[in-house]
């Protein structure tokens, strides 16, 4: 009697992966639709790189071995160039946005009629965008990389690398979830654009995206009880040994805490929100 | 004997239930006081009664369906007719279960609307004339991939669906050209095959023809006709054009103001609606003879033939008295238009509704 349901949640689980495969696939065919303007944006994107690196270049008037708050100039290159690696796993240009837009001009619908979840959906779509991002970013990187490599501290030991890829993996998750939550407020108010650029203002200075958290640490000392700080901060303090190797693991499960925090804030999120739709919504 | 034993043995109260769920068993849709109203923030003009608003806002209630109550029969297509704004598109949302009714009940195969378990949104498809199923940027036959996942059509029903929808609807050879350069109509077209690659039981169709041309109008309205004629599938359709609904249906709900205001067949609308009738009068001489219009109204006025708008009690009486007045070649005496008596019916039910003040 159990090998029936066990077959068919076998089945199931077969045709869960397959659609999240057919939604990543086709969205990466989409994506490549549009690769000049992609490949054209990717580039723009590392211009800041580069005045960035200039600019500390001025403040430390080209000292190396100075060091302001813990920081010599090497380390912070080294710091800014891993922060930008970071944020290309946790940064999600119009994830909140399209998710109000999609509310606002009702096309929000094709969830709610169809067999699929919303999250579920844009998740993979949002890899697929990665993916291709990846593509296309990678050579840009490793030449930015190269280009500073006197700065840079050298290959990490294994055991700090694979924590660095553990938490650039969830460092997506978090960006995901956190833009997603805010994107599922609109159900409530339609327009969320202004909770959009405080948001993004908020992540620019607590994810330790503009300095570094120890600086900010100094005015806000519970900046490391946020999750904003695993978005930029964090997988750049592996590497550069911030973190001692001893409470690595520790660390990333406070990291996966907050991934199963806001997942559960989005599903109670979409459940209402959905619900609200239905109640007040045409 | 057997059931005189039953009906001995338990409650009649039982009885009934069990006869009135054997008799829902064969209906598709069932909805049952369906009422629904929507809270709408009431903006007063001006800055000053804007700021006001932000402390003390003042909502009115707008009933987009009230006490709505009908049951449609498997493989039946029906349609719902009325004004923009009488409930109709309320009415189809609540059963595709986009939104939750106020008050009453709606089953669809069995299965609560607005609960939208899986095992029901696999067996039904709303078309709107918004048309978004299909991925902007891509051919349409990566949506329509997209969607033997989601609904987990096996491969080899999803080949033979997909050649036979897209031969039926004509658009073979635009299969692998981007949604986006894809013309209104022939996206329809896709959008109408998305919908039904899955096969549903139920289909709820809100103005498929919308700003379509009549080439195109015709394409579809010939495909749901041949289609729901196979498939047997149970179909609710909403649409102005009288044209279609002709073509297509034979019941109609008319739905007005949230409520219903006829349900039956058709040709009944005409004859419950219509308060007159139409003559066309072929005269033997050359031209239109003067004096006509005391009879009625000239619709038409073309040489010796003339179209007479009269009053339905007045028709025997108008037509003795023309034939002994005039010579006439020919008469004949038809209904009125769909078309016109829908209309008169809705403008004819907003101009006493303005007339008594409202609140």
């Known amino acids: 009697m159990s090998a029936v349901p066990k077959q068919s949640l076998i089945a199931g689980l077969k045709a869960g992966v397959r659609i999240k495969w057919l939604i990543l696939k086709t969205a990466m065919e989409e994506r490549l639709v549009y690769r000049g303007d992609f490949a054209f944006a990717t580039l723009v994107r590392f211009l800041p790189i580069i005045t960035q690196v200039f600019l500390w270049n001025a403040i430390y008037a080209g000292d190396t071995t100075s060091s302001l708050n813990g920081y010599t100039y090497p380390t912070m290159v080294s710091y800014y160039l891993l922060v930008m690696v970071a944020r290309a796993f946790s940064s999600m240009p119009g994830l909140s946005t399209g998710i109000a837009e999609s509310v606002r001009n009702g096309s929000v619908r094709k969830y709610l009629l169809q067999p699929v979840d919303m999250l579920d959906y844009l998740f993979w779509h949002r890899i697929a965008h990665k993916l291709v991002y990846y593509i296309i970013a990678a050579g840009p990187f490793a030449l930015v990389f190269w280009v500073c490599r006197e700065y840079l501290p050298g290959w990490p030991e294994r055991p700090v690398l694979i924590a660095f890829v553990c938490s650039l993996i969830m460092a997506f998750m978090i960006g995901f979830l956190i833009e997603a939550l805010i994107g599922l407020i609109s159900f409530w108010f339609l327009e969320v654009s202004s909770l959009i650029f405080i948001y993004m203002m908020m992540n620019y200075f607590l994810s330790g995206h503009m300095i570094p958290l120890e600086w900010m640490a100094e005015w806000i000392p519970w900046v490391y009880y946020l999750p904003f700080r695993y978005l930029a901060y964090f997988p750049a303090a592996i590497v550069l040994g911030r973190i001692p190797p001893e409470t690595l693991p520790f660390e990333l499960s406070v990291q996966f805490a907050w991934i199963i925090v806001l997942f559960v804030a989005n599903r109670i999120a979409f459940t209402r929100g959905v619900n609200r739709y239905g109640a007040f919504g045409g | ?359």
């Not at chain 2, 069990?18 to 209906?27: D, E, G, P, Q, Y």
């Not at chain 2, 899986?118 to 949506?143: H, I």
């Not at chain 2, 205001?261 to 139409?278: A, M, N, T, Y």
């Not at chain 2, 010796?304 to 009269?310: D, G, N, S």
Request: aromatic share 6%; proline share 4%.
């Open chain 2, 1 to 359: 004997m057997i059931i005189a034993f039953f009906q001995a043995a338990v409650p009649s109260e039982l009885v009934q239930t069990l006869a009135s769920t054997n008799i829902t068993a064969m209906s598709a849709i069932v909805v049952k006081n369906l009422c629904r109203t929507y809270k709408v923030y009431r903006k007063r003009e001006g800055l000053l009664a804007s700021l006001r608003g932000l402390l003390h806002r003042e909502y009115n209630e707008v009933h987009a369906v009230r006490d709505v109550s009908f049951n449609i029969e498997e493989g039946e297509m029906l349609a719902f007719l009325g004004p923009n704004g009488a409930g109709k598109t309320t009415t189809l949302k609540l059963l595709s279960g986009l939104i939750v009714p106020t008050s009453g009940t709606a089953t669809v195969l069995g299965h609560i609307p607005w609960k939208r378990e899986d095992g029901y949104r696999r067996r039904f498809s709303l078309v709107t004339g918004q048309k978004e199923q299909l991925w902007w940027d891509l051919p349409a036959q990566e949506s329509f991939r997209l969607h033997k996942e989601i609904y987990r059509i096996n491969t080899s029903d999803y080949n033979s669906r997909l050649t036979e929808l897209t031969e039926l609807l004509d658009v073979t050879e635009l299969m692998g050209q981007p949604v986006r350069e894809l013309s209104l109509g022939e996206r329809m077209r896709m959008e109408l095959i998305a919908a039904l690659l899955h096969r549903p039981d139920v289909l709820f169709l809100d103005e498929p023809t919308i700003g379509l041309d009549v080439i195109s109008q015709r394409k579809v309205q010939q495909f749901l006709r041949k289609y729901q004629k196979e498939q047997r599938i149970t179909v609710i359709l909403t649409s102005h054009y009288m044209k279609d609904v002709e073509a297509l249906c034979e019941r109609a709900i008319v739905i007005n103001k949230g409520t219903v205001v006829h349900d039956g067949p058709l040709e009944d609308i005409v004859d419950r609606f219509s308060q007159h009738k139409i003559i066309e009068l072929h005269f033997g001489v050359n031209s239109s003879p003067k004096g006509i219009e005391r009879y009625g109204v000239v619709l038409e006025d073309r040489g010796p033939m003339i179209r007479l708008q009269v009053e339905k009690q007045k028709v025997s009486a108008v037509l003795s008295k023309v034939l002994a007045e005039y010579e006439i070649d020919d008469v004949s005496v038809s209904e009125r238009p769909l078309e016109d008596v829908i209309a008169e019916l809705f403008s004819s039910e907003d101009q006493s509704d303005s007339a008594s003040p409202r609140r």
